[in-house]
C-alpha cells in the first residue's frame, strides 16, 4: 500500500512541476520554466520510462546547444 501511495505522488508532483514550469516559460512571466519542467521530468522518469527517454533527449540537446560534452 505504501509503494502505490509513494507513486501516486511521484506522479503528482512530477506533473504539478511540469504544469509551473510550463506557466513559467511563457512570455513575461519571470522565472526558470525550462529548468522546472526538466526537474518534473526527472522526477517522473523514475516511473515512466517515456519521461527518463525525454529527459535524456533534453538532456543531449541542451549539451549540443551549449557546445559541451557529455562528461560524468
Given at each position: ?22 506557466v513559467?516559460?511563457?512570455?513575461l ?14 522526477v517522473?522518469?523514475?516511473?515512466f ?24
Amino acid at each position: 500500500m505504501l509503494r502505490h501511495t509513494i507513486r501516486a505522488s511521484r506522479v503528482a508532483v512530477g506533473l504539478a512541476l511540469i504544469v509551473v514550469g510550463l506557466v513559467l516559460a511563457l512570455p513575461l512571466v519571470p522565472g526558470p520554466g525550462v529548468l522546472v519542467m526538466l526537474v518534473g521530468l526527472t522526477v517522473l522518469s523514475t516511473e515512466f520510462e517515456w519521461a527518463r527517454r525525454l529527459r535524456d533527449r533534453l538532456h543531449a540537446m541542451w549539451h549540443r546547444a551549449t557546445g559541451r560534452a557529455n562528461d560524468r
